[in-house]
């Protein structure tokens, strides 16, 4: 299976701070990467695919790139309700796997 | 709106059996792929079946192989994940999702999850 590392696990940040969240891939996925964010007692819901592709609906200061084995997302300016734990996923095969997620607290 | 509403969890023994129920509304399942994730308390998230929109084709992770069963029923719009022979590491709570992008994408939307405890 392919592994997904994250990091860092935690991060603590204020409102207003350009924000970056690192997920590597154990072998090359090309573009087959997705960004979920997650609250305590909810879903994930997805904020990117495809390494870079926007979700619609998803604010515009949610940001993603990479290809290959070295992913980012980045949210430009931390706004109050992206206080959640994010997570990549990749889906280079049928045996999607998860990286073990980013937690964003406030600072 | 999509909604997936997942049901059937419960606490079950070791070794016991638990058939976990999804109920899809908003889009036209029999179009999708669908797949069930799992997720331990606090922790990651688990990728652990999938099956294609007439049924006839399923892949499971290695840890549910042989345990696990996932089928649907087009006509009633629904997914299910019979589990058998239940561990305590498959404690978790189970989401089912609509596969995106292929047979094997990413996952929206999510259902609200509902939680498998298996315990003595």
């Known amino acids: 299976d392919i592994q997904m590392t994250q990091s860092p696990s935690t991060l603590s940040a204020s409102v207003g701070d350009r924000v970056t969240i690192t997920c590597r891939a154990s072998q090359s996925i090309s573009s087959w990467l997705a960004w979920y964010q997650q609250k305590p007692g909810k879903a994930p819901k997805v904020l990117i695919y495809?390494?870079?592709t926007l979700e619609s609906g998803v604010p515009s200061r949610f940001s993603g790139s990479g290809s290959g084995t070295e992913f980012t997302l980045t949210i430009s300016s931390l706004q109050p309700d992206d206080f959640a734990t994010y997570y990549c996923q990749q889906y280079n095969s049928y045996s999607r796997t998860f990286g073990q997620g980013t937690k964003v607290e406030i600072k | 709106e999509v909604q997936l509403v997942e049901s059937g969890g419960a606490l079950v023994q070791p070794g016991g059996s638990l058939r976990l129920s999804c109920a899809a509304s908003g889009f036209t399942f029999s179009d999708y792929w669908m797949s069930w994730v799992r997720q331990v308390s606090g922790k990651g998230l688990e990728w652990v079946a999938n099956?294609?929109?007439?049924?006839?084709?399923?892949y499971y992770v290695d840890s549910v192989k042989g345990r696990f069963t996932i089928s649907r029923d087009n006509a009633k719009n629904s997914l299910y994940l019979q589990m058998n022979s239940l561990r305590a590491e498959d404690t978790a709570v189970y989401y089912c999702?609509?596969?995106?992008?292929?047979?094997?994408?990413?996952?929206?939307?999510w259902g609200q999850g509902t939680l498998v405890t298996v315990s003595s």
């Open positions: 999702a609509k596969d995106r992008g292929s047979n094997w994408g990413w996952f929206d939307p």
């Open positions: 099956i294609k929109e007439d049924g006839s084709d399923k």
């Open positions: 495809k390494a870079s």
